[in-house]
């Protein structure tokens, strides 16, 4: 199926990359530390949860990510979709307010609060697209 990781591994390894690419933006990064939104997401289909939380200011960086629920903090927002949703999304090819209407992803807590952010992270779409194409094509919507 074309637009499908080929393992967990691959998955984690381009998630993780995305968040790096927020992480280090300088405008995304700061803007994402300051609004100070931890959230949690459960990717279904994968059975896989990581938990983002801003950075703390002895940290050396704008976003800290853990693969576990084994975290000391508190979601504000949880979210569970699949790894192709999480896939368009990046892709800036899946509305997260559709997306819930449609309940292709399942929003719980302030889910206002994670509407919030699409604005500040919209520039890393064009940055995932470029990654995905020259790297993952098989992933590209």
Known sequence: MADAFESEAEFKEVMD???????????????????????????????????????????????HWEWSDEVDWQPKVRMT?????ANRYFQGKENVAIAIARRRIK????????????????????????MVAEEYPHLLV
């Open 17 to 63: 990359r995305v968040f790096g690419l927020m992480n280090d933006d300088p405008e995304m990064g700061p803007a994402l530390r300051d609004a100070d939104v931890p959230q949690r997401f459960e990717f279904s289909d994968f059975d896989m949860v990581v938990n983002i939380r801003a950075a703390k200011p002895a940290e050396d960086a704008n976003l």
């Open 81 to 85: 979709m699949s790894s192709e949703t």
């Open 107 to 130: 929003a719980g807590g302030d889910v206002k609060a994670a509407l919030s952010l699409i604005p500040i992270t919209k520039p890393v779409y064009a940055r995932y697209r470029a």
